[in-house]
């Protein structure tokens, strides 16, 4: 669950407090004693005068208005009072007391007061274009800060079809369907937003691929869902969104036994091992596979990192330690007449095997210069393995260009299943 703490808009209520689309037009102080303002019917054929308020109610207005500015709410909501109890309110009237209603509505964070008041200010003519858009981002930013998603959803709509644009509004419309509960409509509200990032060569925000991924998880879209990650993986990579990804590849159905180690070896790198079983599966694969030096490597590491514990002599992992250790000392102490032996041999498998021991040795340099002209000699069998485990390699030496040349040979082969999976992730990885 994503936490909805993340998701504060503190931002958006500062700009609704302060914006003034509630705000009345300056009222001039008019003296009681004034004559009127001549009007069209007065002087025949002269342009229409502009509407006013009387003086009455429109002193009332300004000190309303004078005290919110001074933060004083409730001698604010007494003159706001005393002005609705001036009788005979034209249209104008009753459009700036609606307006001035808002702004303390907003200032007391009373969203349905303000949105009521807002339509009532929008009725008359008088409310200009950019003070009803206004209006609208203000309400919508106050019914998402009092959670209250839906009328937040409704007030972005609004907003939009008056032609606002404001990304900072906009882009709560996804975050609200998904708070709201509303995962299909927050799935496209996101993906338009993203996908406008990416369109400007910008990255996506985090939340919003963070909510697109468990969206699209609610929904049970499982390939949305990976690729959701993958993204996130691309342009803000951690741990735990690597972690979800391996998860993904290891229950991949029919996923190659003969990936497995290569599976291992792609999740130390990114996610890292967080269990024990992690450690001793990979381990047993080695040696399975006769990479004993890597299997006590693994091993080791397990033990370094204390998730895994030394037990009985007759333990399982014990047993597998012993073995891992045993046939590692004897594969390091032929190592060297191996070598020069692969070298006559027609096939470059044995020559690429032999410098993957050397890496793993600790002869890293080496090691690799082995790989590559075994890989170069030509592997008659398994030669994408061998490329997989020769990218496992140049990235812990971080040699990203080498690693990333390699998968580009590798791009778009899929005769085992799970490898083009691996391919792509050690992409983004390096990338």
Request: charged share 25%; with cysteine.
């Amino acid at each position: 669950m994503i936490q909805e703490k993340t998701l504060t808009c503190r931002a958006l209520l500062g700009a609704a407090l302060c914006a003034a689309a509630f705000a009345a037009p300056t009222l001039a102080q008019t003296p009681a004693s004034a004559a009127p303002p001549a009007t069209a019917a007065s002087a025949p054929g002269a342009p229409e005068a502009a509407p006013t308020v009387r003086p009455e109610m429109g002193n009332l207005l300004l000190d309303a208005q004078r005290l919110l500015g001074e933060k004083n709410a409730k001698d604010a909501a007494d003159k706001l009072r005393a002005a609705e109890a001036v009788p005979n309110q034209t249209p104008y009237e009753q459009h700036i007391l609606a307006r001035v209603k808002g702004a303390l509505a907003q200032f007391s964070g009373d969203a349905d007061m303000a949105a009521q008041q807002y339509q009532f200010a929008s009725e008359g003519p008088w409310l200009k274009q950019a003070d009803r858009l206004a209006g609208l981002y203000n309400i919508a930013g106050m019914y998402y800060n009092a959670k209250n998603y839906a009328k937040a959803i409704d007030f972005i709509g609004r907003y939009q079809q008056l032609g606002g644009t404001d990304p900072a509004l906009i882009a709560l419309l996804g975050q609200s369907h998904y708070l709201h509960g509303d995962y299909g409509n927050a799935v496209k509200a996101l993906e338009v937003e993203i996908g406008k990032s990416l369109a400007q060569g910008k990255p996506p925000v985090e939340i919003q691929l963070k909510l697109l991924a468990d969206s699209r998880n609610r929904l049970r879209d499982e390939p949305g869902y990976t690729k959701a990650l993958e993204t996130l993986a691309q342009y803000y990579p951690s741990k735990a969104t690597w972690r979800s990804l391996m998860a993904r590849l290891w229950s991949k159905p029919q996923l190659a036994s003969r990936l497995q180690l290569d599976v291992f070896r792609l999740q130390m790198a990114s996610a890292g091992m967080t269990e024990a079983a992690d450690y001793t599966e990979m381990a047993a694969l080695a040696l399975q596979e006769g990479s004993a030096i890597e299997a006590a490597r693994v091993l080791e590491q397990g033990y370094a990192e204390g998730l895994l514990v030394s037990g009985d002599k007759g333990s399982e992992l014990q047993r597998l330690t012993d073995k891992a250790r045993k046939s590692a000392a004897e594969d390091r102490a032929t190592l060297e007449k191996d070598v020069v032996r692969a070298k006559t041999l027609p096939d470059g498998l044995a020559m690429f095997n032999y410098g993957f021991n050397l890496f793993q040795s600790g002869q890293t340099e080496r090691g690799v210069a082995q790989m590559e002209q075994g890989l170069a000699k030509g592997i008659s069998r398994n030669a994408d393995l061998a490329r997989l485990r020769l990218v496992a390699a140049y990235a812990e030496l971080k040699q990203r260009d080498k690693a990333l040349a390699l998968l580009q040979a590798l791009s778009g082969k899929t005769d085992l299943v799970g490898l083009d999976d691996c391919v792509r992730y050690w992409t983004l990885l390096l990338r």
